[in-house]
């Protein structure tokens, strides 16, 4: 009888070569190799069972935790972790851990801007749990993880105990911006840890929750255009537009205006160079850690450690081949952006005061305050349009000496200079501590299948095609499907009655 036992036998190599299969797939190689045809549910609890051999048992991912601290810590200098356990009558139970390495945080404090995304993503093994994160960008504008844990759930205790232990780490750098997908509980936490950052909400959130009450294509395109507008007389004049056409919307945002939530550009400081309207960095740290997150959670943790070391090496090593003054992203940039320059009028006043005019708008730019009245060049620290204009009509004048020094090669080397040691098999960590063991968490597991995929809106793009169960062609539906119906596997018949037969005569 094919057992779930001799279903992890089988599929135990799949899984080991090519990570995750899901059990439907398992379930078609299974039928093809082996001619027989298993409930769903019996695939699933086997493929349970080779993944618990392949990365290990989830009651012992917990008793190796306090190894994994001490040999993380002791390999890479400046890394804080830190563990919290609450007791119970039969031992200390895992509650949450906070991971900061060394190599990262430093990395952000010498060479990143001093922006963070803070976001969750669901866990999707035995015991559940959120993994938390705050993901910085580099000079070229790639995600730099800076520290990740785990925690029980999103709430205003769990978000106060990331938050504190991420204060420990890196402290209060000058000009720091919190970004976060406006929630509430994670906003009430940052105001207790880090009253005087400056907190950005994500505009597609935020916007998620306007069109609740006030739908439209006329006012999205003057949500987004207030939140893309660097200037504050642009920003009002995008509200006075949405006054003349839907008041309570209007008076929605002046309630917003009243909260601690900055999302217009406008309101941006110019410290961080940074004009992100959008969480999207800790998105990307989401699908960056997706495929793991199914995994024990030592597992799980020494998989994302892994990750880090081999990015921070392959950016390392790319680093060294660069040979100009600013990283190459910028240079593409600006030489895309100067093909339009002929279309701008210059003005001098002095050597480094002009006024640029494009059509109908004029602005002043102050090249040594590396400042323009449109603002976009003190928030990005990348010259705007008018700068160049002004730039290139200097003679012997270098763009690149007017990019802010987070967007030069130095400072982008400066970011992963440390390294992230590697770490030997898990049998081999060496515990000097007490060498007490935790248990699992106090969790009771949903009933039913865990789910992998979240529940997207319904505005959202549904990635992939949808299978005509019919004709078995992708792009149509079975209901309203003229093509002739696919013929069926006789073979796969013949198994799917047998093994009907044998149900009802057990």
């Not at 699908?287 to 959670?297: E, G, I, S």
């Not at 004048?397 to 970011?415: G, H, I, L, N, P």
């Not at 865990?450 to 095609?465: A, H, M, Q, S, T």
């Not at 018949?493 to 009907?500: A, F, G, K, V, Y």
Request: net charge positive; charged share 30%.
């Amino acid at each position: 009888m094919a057992t779930k036992n001799w279903v992890a036998d089988r599929v135990i190599e799949w899984l080991r070569n090519e990570g995750e299969v899901a059990p439907s797939e398992l379930r078609r190689r299974l039928v093809e190799k082996y001619h027989v045809a298993l409930p769903y549910h019996r695939v699933r609890r086997g493929k349970e069972i080779a993944m618990s051999i392949i990365h290990g048992c989830w009651d012992n991912s917990y008793s190796k935790m306090m190894a994994f601290k001490e040999e993380l810590v002791r390999r890479n200098h400046g890394t804080m972790v830190k563990i919290d356990r609450i007791q119970q009558h039969d031992g200390w139970h895992f509650r949450r851990i906070f991971i900061s390495i060394g190599a990262c945080s430093v990395g952000f404090l010498i060479g990143c801007r001093p922006f963070l995304g803070l976001d969750g993503c669901h866990l999707k093994g035995k015991y559940k749990g959120v993994m938390l994160a705050a993901t910085s960008i580099d000079g070229a504008n790639r995600l730099f993880p800076v520290a990740y844990g785990i925690v029980e759930s999103e709430n205003i205790e769990s978000w106060t105990w990331f938050l504190s232990a991420l204060y420990e780490a890196i402290g209060m750098p000058n000009g720091l911006v919190l970004a976060s997908n406006r929630q509430k509980r994670l906003e009430e936490a940052i105001s207790k840890i880090y009253p005087l950052a400056e907190y950005r909400t994500c505009v597609r959130h935020l916007y998620k929750n306007f069109k609740k009450k006030f739908a439209g294509n006329i006012l999205q395109k003057i949500v987004w255009s207030a939140a893309n507008a660097f200037t504050t007389t642009s920003y009002i004049s995008s509200l006075e537009s949405l006054k003349t056409i839907n008041m309570r919307a209007y008076e929605w945002f002046l309630d917003l205006e009243k909260r601690r939530e900055i999302w217009s550009r406008s309101q941006f400081g110019t410290i961080a160079k940074c004009h992100y309207i959008t969480n999207n960095i800790s998105e990307s740290f989401n699908a960056w850690v997706a495929d793991p997150r199914h995994r024990p959670v030592l597992d799980l943790l020494d998989t994302v450690r892994q990750k880090i070391m081999e990015m921070m090496d392959k950016r390392r090593t790319l680093a060294a081949r660069w040979k100009r003054k600013v990283v190459p992203f910028v240079v593409k940039n600006v030489k895309e952006s100067s093909m339009c320059l002929t279309e701008y009028h210059v003005r001098r006043s002095t050597d480094y005061k002009a006024e640029v005019s494009y059509k109908d708008k004029r602005c002043e730019v102050v090249l040594n305050e590396r400042k323009c009245t449109c603002r976009r060049w003190q928030v990005s620290g990348i010259p705007c349009m008018h700068a160049l204009a002004f730039i290139h009509s200097i003679r012997g004048a270098k763009w690149e000496d007017y990019v802010d020094d987070y967007f030069s090669v130095d400072k982008y080397k400066a970011t992963y200079q440390m390294e992230v040691a590697p770490m030997p098999d898990i049998n081999e960590w060496v515990i000097t501590g007490d060498g007490e063991s935790l248990l699992p968490p106090i969790s009771r597991r949903p009933a039913g299948r865990p789910r992998k995929n979240r529940i997207k809106d319904f505005d959202e793009v549904k990635k992939g095609r949808h299978k005509c169960k019919r004709c078995g062609s992708f792009g149509n539906h079975a209901k309203k499907c003229k093509e002739p119906e696919k013929e069926s596997d006789p073979s796969m018949q013949s198994m799917t009655s047998s093994s009907s037969v044998q149900q009802a005569y057990r």
